[in-house]
Structure formats: structure tokens, C-alpha cells
């Protein structure tokens, strides 16, 4: 257990639907990243937050959006869903925003789009 | 973007034989991380080499960087059946904090 925790483990939806995936870093820690993983992209990183403020931004669509709050839980949203959204969402945390600190993921969110 | 470039996809070894996997990059990595995925699960970070021609060694795990620090491997002596899973390298992006991955090699291991 990485003390990250992302609800809900799994989620189906359709195309065109909206849909929030939600975080919770571990203990103490301010930073929090999500990535996606898909089978034709691997792991992709989307976007970064520290301490409630955004820090890095990767690959992240524009009908894709994310905030941290004021306790530090995140929230990844997903708008206009298309098939190809279809992937697995990890979350993760970790004390700083540097890449001295280490990187503890969730065990991820089961995204389908039909 | 800086890609990573991770080889072979695939590898299937008997119990007790070695593995290693290899990451490249055309340009030079920042710092380099490897993860563990088993199967079903999420990333868990192993290791970070940082110098140039760093060596480091988990019990059976062997993590080098590369001397232009292009390339990375991981090598696993005598596999056993609890090293299945995918391993990933990462780049770790310089001064903000984004890990560029590699496809990842997947090992299965015949007991």
C-alpha cells in the first residue's frame, strides 16, 4: 500500500460524458502528479501540483483539466470522453517537487469510455 | 520532447537465468529512474542514478547509467518467479519533476 489513494478503482462511461477522478495523497506529502496509461502510449505524464499550485503540464488535453485543494486531495476531470480516453489514471505523490523526492503511485482508476 | 527508449518488450527467462533491460535516449537524460509494475498494479519506484557511470546494487538488482549518461540498464541475476512484472525506466525531467517513460520490458519467469 503506497498510502495514495484514488477513487473509484473503476468507471464506465460513455462517450461525450464528463466524468472525476479523485486522489488522495499520502501523508505529508504537497506534490501530486497523474499520469495515464494506455497500451499504444504507456505512461504519460499529464500534470503536476504543488501545493495547491500548478508546476509542470505534460501531455494533458485541453478537455482535461485538474486541481489540487487547499488539503491537498486532487481531482483529475475528464470532459467530451472519447473511446480513446479509455486508460488507467494513476495518481501520485511525493513530499517535494523535485526529482530528489520519490514518486509513490496509487493504484490507479479504471477508466472505459463506450 | 525527449523520448526514452526502452529494450527488449518482452523477455521470458527460466527461474534462475538473468535479465537486463536497456533505456536510451538520443540526448542526455537528466536523471534516471526504474520502476517495478506487477501485473494488475501500479509503478513502484526502485532506484535513481543520478552520475554519470553510477553503479548501484539491490541485492540482486544491478542499476548503471551510462558514462554520456544516454543509457541506463537493469540487470536481474538468478531471476525468481516474484520478479514478474513490467520495469520501467524513466527520465526524471530536469528541473520540474515530469517522467518521461519508457514502453517498458516485460518480464515472465518460468519457475
Known amino acids: 500500500d503506497s498510502g495514495v489513494t484514488q477513487t473509484p478503482k473503476h468507471l464506465i462511461t460513455a462517450t461525450g460524458q464528463r466524468v472525476t477522478l479523485r486522489c488522495s495523497p499520502r501523508s505529508g506529502d504537497l506534490s501530486v502528479y497523474w499520469y495515464q496509461q494506455s497500451l499504444d502510449q504507456g505512461l504519460q505524464f499529464l500534470i503536476q501540483?504543488?501545493?495547491?499550485?500548478?508546476?509542470a503540464k505534460g501531455n494533458i488535453l485541453e478537455r482535461f483539466s485538474a486541481q489540487q485543494f487547499p488539503d491537498l486531495h486532487s481531482e483529475l476531470n475528464l470532459s467530451s470522453l472519447e473511446l480513446g480516453d479509455s486508460a488507467l489514471y494513476f495518481c501520485a505523490s511525493s513530499v517535494g517537487w523535485s526529482s530528489g523526492n520519490t514518486i509513490y503511485f496509487g493504484e490507479g482508476s479504471w477508466l472505459t469510455v463506450v | 520532447g525527449q523520448q526514452v527508449m526502452q529494450i527488449p518488450q518482452y523477455q521470458h527467462v527460466q527461474e534462475g537465468e538473468d535479465f537486463t533491460t536497456y533505456c536510451n535516449s538520443s540526448t542526455t537524460l537528466s536523471n534516471i529512474q526504474w520502476y517495478k509494475q506487477r501485473p494488475g498494479g501500479h509503478p513502484v519506484f526502485l532506484i535513481q542514478l543520478v552520475k554519470s557511470g553510477e553503479v548501484k546494487k539491490q541485492k540482486r538488482l544491478t542499476f548503471q547509467f551510462g558514462e554520456a549518461k544516454k543509457n541506463s540498464s537493469l540487470h536481474i541475476t538468478a531471476t525468481q518467479t516474484t520478479d514478474v512484472g513490467t520495469y520501467f525506466c524513466?527520465?526524471?525531467?530536469?528541473?520540474?519533476?515530469?517522467?518521461?517513460f519508457g514502453k517498458g520490458t516485460l518480464l515472465t519467469v518460468n519457475p
Open positions: 524513466a527520465d526524471s525531467g530536469g528541473s520540474n519533476y515530469k517522467l518521461t
Open positions: 501540483y504543488y501545493n495547491g499550485e500548478e508546476r
